[in-house]
Nanobody
Framework: QVQPVESGGGLVQTGDSLRLSCKFP????????QAWFRQAPGKEREFVAH????????YYAEAVKGRFTISGDNAKRTLYLQMSSLKTEVPPVYCC??????????????????WGQGTQVTGSS
């Protein structure tokens, strides 16, 4: 079972920047597309960003387009999400997943698996 480890979450204020990381345990990273999703308590996981196998194409949810950047480092087996101009009302837990059944620019949760435990981004007032 492949389970990545997310990190980088923390307490943020409106307008802050933060970079999340997602490290995969073995060399499966460059075999599939990857994505970030986020989830608020009691709500469904929602799509944030997708990066294709090999990293040639990226796709973002409208809510984060222009503010978030997804990227990957094959040598480190790590996926990143650079977030800027954060809004503190966003859902708090960010998770990464592998796109075992994902198509191009796929925002459908069912296309992904091997989720980590997530990393929490909490807004402070």
């Amino acid at each position: 079972q492949v389970q990545p480890v997310e990190s980088g979450g923390g307490l943020v204020q409106t307008g802050d920047s933060l970079r999340l990381s997602c490290k995969f345990p073995r060399d499966i990273f460059n075999s599939y597309a990857q994505a970030w999703f986020r989830q608020a308590p009691g709500k469904e996981r929602e799509f944030v960003a997708h990066i294709s196998w090999g990293g040639s194409t990226v796709y973002y949810a409208e809510a984060v387009k222009g503010r978030f950047t997804i990227s990957g480092d094959n040598a480190k087996r790590t996926l990143y999400l650079q977030m800027s101009s954060l809004k503190t009302e966003v859902p708090p837990v960010y998770c990464c997943g592998l796109g075992y059944h994902a198509g191009p620019n796929d925002a459908d949760l069912t296309g992904y698996g091997s989720w980590g435990q997530g990393t929490q981004v909490t807004g402070s007032s």
